[in-house]
T-cell receptor, first 114, second 112 residues
Framework: NAGVTQTPKFRVLKTGQSMTLLCAQD?????MYWYRQDPGMGLRLIHY???????AKGEVPDGYNVSRLKKQNFLLGLESAAPSQTSVYFC?????????????FGPGTRLTVT | SQQGEEDPQALSIQEGENATMNCSYK?????LQWYRQNSGRGLVHLIL?????REKHSGRLRVTLDTSKKSSSLLITASRAADTASYFC????????????FGTGTQLKVEL
């Protein structure tokens, strides 16, 4: 099992450009999440999905869009990148459960917006 | 806003010593989880403790939870250089599905 994989690992964008980050998991998990991590801070939830075809906003959703067309994939889009979106982005997945389960994280994507 | 706050922000100890990190949170939780992050890497789950549990062990890790004080502690016994990492607590709020709210983390350095 590869677990959770993220593509790309690194990316540099100019302000106003767009890009899509891809997350894939092979554990048949229902739930998937996108977080961002900034220096000196913990992870903050951007968007999440509780199943194929569903998405919901997290704590910091502005400037991002997501799609979950297939159960194993969760895409994070930046339509018009801004320097404030310079961050490390982590994808995670977990099984569905009423009382919560551990989340499995990908290795991260380091994004710089100039 | 950060639900959890870790204390201390940074901790430096010698190999073989014990390391204790504390986490405080603000609202009612379903469970609390601890994660480790090595520099430049993704997070790795360490342990999950549910709101009706008071203590949990996993290898050299011991986690306690005091819901009346809204606090948790992570103890790593007999630390090794390989334990050098950032440690984060994360809470699942009551009625919050499986969404995690992370604290700011404790940077642990274990020196030889």
């Amino acid at each position: 099992n590869a677990g959770v994989t993220q593509t790309p690992k690194f990316r540099v964008l100019k302000t106003g450009q767009s890009m899509t980050l891809l997350c894939a998991q092979d554990m048949n998990h229902e739930y998937m999440y996108w977080y961002r991590q900034d220096p000196g801070m913990g992870l903050r939830l951007i968007h999440y999905s509780v199943g194929e075809g569903t998405t919901a906003k997290g704590e910091v959703p502005d400037g991002y869009n997501v799609s979950r067309l297939k159960k194993q994939n969760f895409l994070l889009g930046l339509e018009s990148a801004a320097p404030s979106q310079t961050s490390v982005y982590f994808c995670a997945s977990s099984p569905r459960g009423r009382f919560g389960y551990e989340q499995y994280f990908g290795p991260g994507t380091r994004l710089t917006v100039t | 806003s950060q639900q959890g706050e870790e204390d201390p922000q940074a901790l430096s100890i010698q190999e073989g010593e014990n390391a204790t990190m504390n986490c405080s949170y603000k609202t009612s939780i379903n469970n609390l989880q601890w994660y480790r992050q090595n520099s430049g890497r993704g997070l790795v789950h360490l342990i999950l403790i549910r709101s009706n549990e008071r203590e949990k062990h996993s290898g050299r890790l011991r986690v306690t939870l005091d819901t009346s004080k809204k606090s948790s502690s992570l103890l790593i016994t007999a630390s090794r250089a390989a334990d050098t990492a950032s440690y984060f607590c994360a809470t699942v709020l009551t009625g919050g599905g499986n969404k995690l709210t992370f604290g700011t983390g404790t940077q642990l350095k274990v020196e030889l």
